[in-house]
């Protein structure tokens, strides 16, 4: 919920970096309403902290990261957790930490309970 003109710079320069083909809406919140709602809202300064929200097709919140301004949020992770709410949604799998497109996924159900760590090495996420 930056403002306008923070998002045309962010969208020139950092957002440019990424995939086009990755759309999604950037909305400015200058009286800080929906920034309020999503408990983001700063009302000493007036201004949103930095936070991201991963909202499903069904308008469920699936992901949050609240950081304040000294820490910037990292595009990178933000596009592989959408791809693995994408493939969890289309497949039932469920992502495991640091998962990558086209690597392993995990079947869940009660044999995987507390045995997680027998299926998936951390390693495996690696390029």
């Not at 301004?69 to 709410?85: D, F, K, T, W």
């Not at 289309?90 to 045995?115: A, F, H, N, R």
Request: cysteine-free; hydrophobic content about 30%.
């Amino acid at each position: 919920m930056d403002s306008v003109h923070s998002h045309k710079i962010w969208h020139e320069t950092e957002l440019s970096q990424w995939d086009p083909a990755v759309q999604f809406p950037m909305l400015s919140d200058p009286g800080g309403k929906i920034g309020t709602l999503y408990g983001v809202y700063d009302e000493k300064d007036g201004v949103n902290v930095r936070g991201r929200f991963i909202i499903d097709p069904d308008g469920v919140i699936q992901a949050m990261e609240v950081l304040t301004p000294p820490v910037g949020r990292n595009v990178s992770e933000l596009i592989r957790q959408v791809q693995a709410y994408q493939h969890h949604r289309e497949t039932g799998e469920v992502i495991p930490s640091g998962w990558k497109p086209g690597k392993k996924t995990l079947k869940p159900g009660p044999d995987l309970t507390g045995k997680v760590w027998k299926e998936w090495d951390p390693s495996q996420a690696r390029d």
